[in-house]
């Protein structure tokens, strides 16, 4: 059955009556990091499309009126809008949010961008993310938010990767939350993968590691809207915000650049980011922060150039490439350093060459007929390769295990017989201590 394994450790804003109209906004401590009143002088999204691979969000959030846009639920029971808790709604919200009245609410990083909400799970709760991928492509959307995470994979996570690499789409997925490697589909060839740090710069300790982590953006304590079992906000970390931000950024350089490709706009964020300290020697990208910490503003106003199609991006595994060039293009090379990594141009697969550039043509009985054996033998892998992927099993009993909802939140139409968050955490994944915080709008 499709779970609900957290990247978001969450925590209701307990509300006090002398709680000053104004609090929840103070307390998004990302907006004063990344200076968004001047990165909104620039640009605020132009309405560009973000889709939401998540649980769904509450379009009836007054600080999310008039962002959310018709979605999808392969299931058909209308899970892409969801009420109550919703970690999808926080996403959102740390997205496209606009606050309301004077100065009140959350303010998103990106609030002229539209939300294209596409729940995570399929019929039988099997994992539907590379389903959603698509959707979002053939339905507008320019970026494509995926704050959610297993340690399973999904065989064709790939081919929808690259189907969205080649209608010019960016991925951003997360990291994950318990410390260790990096989780599908934020590792697949071709995502953005993203971490979080806290406050002061550093990477939150159960951000998850290793060679595809591309950037780092705040994602400890980040107040947004959407309830953590009641209210209208909440304050949560994990590398979901963190993710959201991405985006959002991704957005802003896709309003502002509309003629880069979606590698492009990723060479953008990453030439742009802040580097870390003490990184291992010294090289990016690092395992912890990529190439480090997101700067919407500076993506925004630096001279960087266009680059390569392909920019910092793999080429998704079996797939053609990046951009809107058929056939992919190699990655910029002044995109990465030498590090290993999946930003890294010598970790992304060659792309194929034709066959006459590369195998001799003058060629004895003997061995022509030893060609013929390997090409005999090559076609009836590949056809077998082709079935297999046909026949995957996407996301069954036992497959991948999306991964979206705070602690504290019940996962969307929970099982009978199946442990509410709270009463049982997750294995892997233990639950932040908890944090109070006043809040005006408690119960509206």
Known sequence: ?????????????????????????????????????????????????????????DDSHPDLSGQ????????????????????G??????????????GAGVLGLAPGVKILPIYKGGPGGRDAIPEGVKWAVDNGAKVINISQGSRSTNSVMADAVDYALQHDVLIVASTGNDGAAVDYPANVPGVLAVGAVDKNRKIWS???????????APGVDIVSAGGCGGGSYCKSSGTSDATAFVSAAAALVRAKFPKLTAGQVANRLIKSALAPSGTAGGKLPDSHYGYGILRPYEALTMDIPAGSPQGPLAKAAGGTGSGSTAGGSTPDPEASPSTPGLGDPGAAPELSQPSQ????????????????????????????????????????PGGPVPYGAPQGWPP?????????????????????????????????
């Open 206 to 216: 159960d951000s998850n590691y290793g060679p595809e982590v591309m950037l780092t």
């Open 412 to 444: 969307a139409q929970q099982q009978p017989g199946t442990p509410q968050y709270g009463q049982q955490p997750p294995p892997g994944y233990p639950p932040q201590p908890p944090t109070s915080y006043q809040n005006p709008y408690q119960g509206q």
């Open 1 to 57: 059955m499709l779970g609900a394994t957290t990247l978001t450790a969450g925590f209701l804003l307990a509300g006090l009556p002398t709680a000053s109209a104004d609090q929840v906004r103070d307390g998004q401590w990302a907006n004063e990091y990344f200076g968004t009143a001047k990165v909104q002088s620039i640009t605020k999204g132009g309405d560009i499309i973000v889709a939401l691979i998540d649980d769904g969000v």
């Open 68 to 87: 959310i846009l018709p979605g999808f639920d392969p299931g058909g029971q209308g899970r892409e809008r969801a009420s109550g808790d919703s970690h």
């Open 89 to 102: 709604t926080s996403m959102a919200a740390d997205i496209a949010a606009h606050g309301h009245g004077d």
């Open 357 to 396: 550039s590369v195998t001799p043509l003058i060629l004895g009985a003997v061995g022509g007929a030893v060609v013929l054996l390997v090409v005999i033998i090559a076609i009836v892998v590949a056809n077998s390769r082709r079935r297999n992927r046909a026949q995957a099993l996407v996301g069954q």
